[in-house]
């Protein structure tokens, strides 16, 4: 069985470890055979990483990925080559991945700590008649507080209702929580975990983090915030209006 942790962010988004430093505890301190930098509405850490493992040739494999705000919450987005507008509709941006190509996960299902997808979203994608308009997977594991306060429901429902293939992911922002979650799937590649997905063969596993965790996020909270709050809104929105200024440009 491979390990794959596919919910990491970097230094590029409110991550505080760069890609390269990611890449380097991968290779040296983990065991897993897959992974992918999800930064918000950011596809550069992704695209850098996946660089990067073809320069140094590393044992492991990168998927391009970044974790998208839609208009309904956050969704994991992944084998896809440009970034994605946010605050959209749920049901374009689906479209919009599948039609690249790609697949999607819903992170922290239902979480009332931070932006996430429902349950009537979640019951209105699944009931879509447009096979375009759909989930690859739901992470049952996110061993943040915001995953943890609603993983038993998320178990519950998934496995009484939606049917979603079951993932997880550390949604580390520092190096030593990388791989605290993995999702398990038969094989080691990326081709292997995409058809784990399609058959139902994944296995969420990892475990919550306890409380030197948590003082250690409590100690870098205050840069980690402002890089969240601050930072990342203002670099998205210089992002919007050059894009939009070279859209017009003649």
Not at 83 to 97: E, G, Y
Not at 161 to 177: I, N, Q, R, W
Not at 217 to 227: D, E, P, S
Request: charged share 20%.
């Amino acid at each position: 069985m491979g390990k794959a942790d596919l919910h990491i962010h970097s230094a590029r988004g409110d991550g505080m470890a760069t890609v390269s430093q990611i890449l380097e505890y991968v290779e040296h301190e983990t065991d897993l055979d897959l992974i992918a930098i999800t930064d918000h509405d950011d596809i550069r850490g992704g695209l850098e990483a996946r660089e990067l493992a073809a320069q140094r040739n590393y044992r492991f494999e990168v998927l391009v990925g970044l974790e998208i705000t839609t208009l309904e919450g956050h969704l994991l987005a992944y084998n896809v080559e440009t970034p994605f507008r946010m605050m959209r509709p749920l049901d374009a941006t689906l479209r919009k991945i599948h039609e690249q190509g790609g697949f999607c996960v819903v992170p922290h299902p239902m979480s009332w700590l931070t932006r996430s997808i429902g349950r009537n979203g979640l019951r209105r994608i699944l009931a879509h008649t447009d096979p375009l308009v759909c989930f690859d997977g739901i992470e049952i594991i996110n061993p943040s507080i915001a995953g943890r306060v609603i993983h038993q429901k998320t178990c519950r429902l998934n496995r009484s209702e939606f049917c979603l293939p079951e993932t997880a992911g550390s949604d580390s922002h520092t190096l030593s929580l990388v791989g605290t979650a993995y999702t398990q799937f038969p094989g080691h590649t990326a081709d292997d975990y995409r058809q784990a997905l399609r058959t139902g063969a994944t296995q969420p596993g990892g475990q919550f983090w306890g409380l030197a965790v948590h003082k250690e996020l409590l100690r870098i909270a205050g840069q980690q915030t402002f890089k969240s709050w601050v930072i990342l809104p203002g670099q998205h929105i210089r992002d919007s209006w050059a894009s939009r200024r070279q859209h017009r440009t003649p």
